[in-house]
């Protein structure tokens, strides 16, 4: 190539590569203000981290200490007045507890960190098992609207889902169960309360079918909007949400049975009076995860998960949530559930043996 030529190349080339340099020097104080940003973002997050971590262990420490001074209570250690005292002191520790556990989630949400999983969320208040700490997690996450819940099998209203709602988070609640004695010991039990006595729950003594529940619900004045549905009618549970109108829960928690696994949409023939027998193993009640599954996008609902026992689903409405607590289908949660990943069919009953079993429905 000629000289003539080349000489201009390497100017034009000198130049571009000048301002090339000139620009990247420029923005090099925004690039440096922004690693600088990142790392203290970055140290932010270990730290909340570090908190959270720590906020876990002051959490079960204290949740040790109610359970030696509820051991104490039940013991009939202590006399009248110190019960009435150890009693509202650890009221109110848990209520302390929880709602430094709920401003976590929330600080979690905020700071865009990794929210815990369900089962990681779990404890006992006044649950049966830990769907008070997953419930509080949830509506910890969602918020609230109108903190009112309908339980339908909420046994004695004492040792239910909704009642660490109603007791430590003021919601307003409408208990249903079949057993007048649960309901006279419940109703005592809440007009004694020192966070409920001047305004109980309703509870009501009925049996609960699919032609009844509907008016029960509405002639109770909860029809509408509710955050929260708890079902456990050990039995028609499939066929009673099915026939549910009136109402239109945020959330619903309710009981399924593991014993069809995860694929086989089924339930127990509809039986207005039906009785489950405890006496035998399994249960022949309720019906399949996948039934609820298939019932719930009928209703506009998703499955979110289910406590770590294996037969509390939860199920969250469409479109409230979805980016926090996305959609499992009924298979992710049996395999990522520690009790529910050794199911085997092996755990249906031989009907020959079981005659009952014969008569399940497809849904």
Known sequence: ??????????????????????????????????????????????????????????????????????????????????????????????????????????????????????????????????????????????????????????????????????INHGWQGLLFDCDEQNISRGKEFYAKCQDTFADPPTQVVSWITAENINWLIANNGFAGDVDLLSLDLDGMDYWVWQAIRCISPRVIILEFNPVWGPDRAVSIPYQADYRIDYGRRPYYAGASLSAFVKLGREKGYRLVGAQRLGFNSLFVRSGVGEHLLPEISPRQCFESNSVLRNWEPNWIPDASERPEWKNIVEV
């Open 1 to 166: 190539m000629a000289d003539h030529k080349v000489e201009p190349m390497k100017s034009l080339f000198k130049r571009k590569i000048k301002s090339t340099l000139a620009s990247s020097l420029a923005d090099l104080p925004a690039f440096t203000e922004s690693r600088q940003q990142f790392v203290e973002l970055r140290q932010q997050f270990v730290e909340l981290r570090q908190q959270f971590v720590e906020f876990r262990q002051q959490f079960g420490d204290l949740q040790l200490q109610l359970v030696h001074l509820q051991e104490g209570l039940l013991a009939n250690q202590f006399d009248h007045s110190s019960r009435r005292r150890i009693l509202n002191e650890t009221a109110a520790i848990s209520q302390s507890v929880q709602l430094l556990l709920r401003q976590k989630y929330r600080d979690l949400l905020d700071n865009h960190l990794a929210l815990p999983e369900l089962t990681d969320t779990e404890f006992r208040c006044f649950s049966q098992n830990g769907e008070d700490g997953i419930l509080l997690y949830i509506f910890s996450i969602l918020g609230t609207t109108n903190k009112r819940v309908v339980e339908i099998g909420a046994g004695d209203g004492i040792e239910c889902n909704s009642a660490n709602l109603i």
